[in-house]
């Protein structure tokens, strides 16, 4: 129950990209056409997850019991980047058509803020092992559903007309405040 | 490139080149810790620190690192002194970096240092990737400091915490929270853009 809890709020209350801003850069740069947005959502999620894991057990196995908790952002981003090269060997190896579709976004996630923002988190907040990959999860949906959702509203943008200084970031900026307030409604599902 | 003197090297980042209204990098921090104007001033502060230090050390060392692994190694430059201003900021300001959170070690993937690394620290000399990052952090930090400025005078009356609106002002409490983040942003950098325009139809180049 604890569990479900943590998932839904990781969707929607505790939004990566509307709550905790983790994750803007490719939330503002790949969201104009939805299906790249939905490729880098998947991406996302797929290296949010397997992160949740790595970190865990390296902050858990290994910082902790040898009390080096002050290399964790050294650590945290040499395995987050290593992760992601290796993901990306992997599925180029052993599916071309999944490589075509979240290639050029893999190498982009290393910088993604979300994905060290997760390992981050997760040990701040000091989750188990089922709390973290839970929230790993969730988070990645959360910042799926985000991300398509803009490019959704950024398509429609595209045809209507939007005076000249706000075009381009400033009103994608603004959408995402919209976005936030609205997503703002949620927080009074769960106490 | 070449022919720019140090003082356009320095001043570009302030405004032409500004990494939060031009180039948008650092979105992260720069939304998420401006809601109090000692915030975004020590967020400001902290990724000055980053970025001059690590541009000096990249361009220091820049013909010594390997092409193949040059991304690999600054990145591990940029976490050791993600690291020390962490720690410095955890012993000498816990309030502060408690309020700040999460957002000092994710100095780490800010966009600006590697960017600045990438693109200018690792072709250029010493003392010009100094210069450069002293006006890009100096830029970074204007940029913060205005925007949180707006948030807080808004949502809590307040300015670095003294109470500047009367009390007749109903603070806007949705400033202080993510929306106002993304509002403020937008319309701050249309304003810049719309003085850019102006002043461009001014002086025609």
Redesign the interface.
Known sequence: MNLLLLLVSAILINNFV????????PF?GVSKKIDAALSMGVSVTFVLTLTAVVTWVINHWLLIPYGMP?????SF??VI?SLVQLVEMFVRKTSPPLYQAMGIYLPLIT???A???LA??AS?KEYGFAETVVFGVGAGIGFTLAIVLMAAIRERLDLADVP???RG??????V???M??AF?GFSGMIK | MKSRTLGQEFVKGLWAENPVSRQLLGMCSTLAVTNAVINGLAMGLAVAFVLVSSSLLVSLIRKVIPNQVRIASYIVIIATFVTIADRFMAAYFPPLSKALGPYVPLIVVNCIILGRAEAFASRNSAGRSLIDALGMSLGYTIALVILSAVRELLGSGTLLGRQVIGAWFEPWVIMLLPPGAFLTLGILIATALFIEQKSRRRRPA
């Not at chain 1, 970031?169 to 603004?174: D, K, M, Q």
């Open positions: 509307l709550h905790y801003f983790l994750g803007i850069c503002l002050y290399l964790q952002i050294v981003i040499l980047a910088v993604n803020c994905i060290m923002g981050l988190l701040l000249g200084p706000l970031a400033p009103i994608a900026l603004i995402a405040g919209i936030a307030l703002l």
